[in-house]
Nanobody, 125 residues
Framework: QVQLVESGGGLVQAGDSLRLSCAVS????????MGWFRQAPGKERDFVAA????????NYADSVKGRFTISRDNAKNTMYLQMNSLKPEDTALYYC??????????????????WGQGTQVTVSS
């Protein structure tokens, strides 16, 4: 059973930065393609970013390009999301997940099987 635990969320002001972490249990983290999603109250879960198993290939939602950076440390079984220039519209519960689909860059939540519990990010104006 794969377990994912997000951390690093918090309450910040517009323009601030946060770094989210996603710790993954198991010995096969380095073989997983991974992704970040977010969900605001009353809205669907939206794709944020994806990264392939090696960390060499990444994909971002248009809304976060140039502001967010996804990365991973396979030696630590951990994935990260560096979020800069945060905006109030970035406020959401952020989830990390394991991509079990065939495309590392998938933005479809249905391609992700294992999910964490989420970490809340709130950006005030």
């Amino acid at each position: 059973q794969v377990q994912l635990v997000e951390s690093g969320g918090g309450l910040v002001q517009a323009g601030d930065s946060l770094r989210l972490s996603c710790a993954v249990s198991g010995r096969t983290f380095s073989t997983y393609n991974m992704g970040w999603f977010r969900q605001a109250p009353g809205k669907e879960r939206d794709f944020v970013a994806a990264i392939n198993w090696s960390g060499n290939n990444k994909n971002y939602a248009d809304s976060v390009k140039g502001r967010f950076t996804i990365s991973r440390d396979n030696a630590k079984n951990t994935m990260y999301l560096q979020m800069n220039s945060l905006k109030p519209e970035d406020t959401a519960l952020y989830y990390c997940a394991v991509n079990v689909g065939s495309l590392y860059y998938s933005s479809r939540a249905s391609d992700y099987r294992y999910w964490g519990q989420g970490t809340q990010v709130t950006v005030s104006s």
